[in-house]
């Protein structure tokens, strides 16, 4: 594993073609496709882009080394093993690249849908997820997301976008 610049993710995109790119889709957040062929089990809730396919990111429907280069931006919190993943996106691309939130990133605490806590250096705990819990990330959400001026003011701060980014390697 090998951490990463954000101007490393825009020569690798720019360089590197096909690009697959997981998690691309639906949720709360409006698709951004960044790869020739895009992946998400959501289907998105705007325009579903043509190079859009429906699929769970450790079941890619995709033949061995495909693509020169897989994305998966702010997905392994998401999915049931992280590690199965990362093995399917190791299979279907030659280089894999993959962002997670850091620790004090706001929105890693204002996701109920997280099942992973992210710790740095790329690595994964169960979320300690209960009743409260939820209720107070689906609170977070709500207030960050707002349209007061402290909300507004909020996602201008540095801990709204942090992120690592990882090429990962298949000795993980």
Known sequence: MKRLKEQDILQLLDSDRPVLD???GGGIFPSVPRGDICVD????SRTVPSNFVRSDASHLPFRSG??????AFNVLEHVESPRACIVEFLRVGA??????????HIPMWATPEHLWL???GFRFLPFPRTRLGIR?????????LGKSRF????????????????QVWPDI
């Not at 280089?95 to 004090?104: A, H, P, S």
């Not at 107070?136 to 960050?144: A, N």
């Not at 909300?151 to 990882?166: C, E, Q, S």
């Open 22 to 24: 997981v998690g691309s």
């Open 66 to 71: 495909a693509f020169s280069l897989v994305i």
């Open 41 to 44: 089990i959501d289907i998105p």
């Open 95 to 104: 280089k894999v690249v993959c962002r997670q939130d850091k620790f004090l």
């Open 151 to 166: 909300a507004v003011l909020v996602r201008k701060l540095p801990l709204w976008r942090n992120w690592a980014y990882y």
């Open 118 to 120: 992210q710790l740095p």
């Open 136 to 144: 107070l990330s689906v609170w977070l959400r709500s207030f960050v």
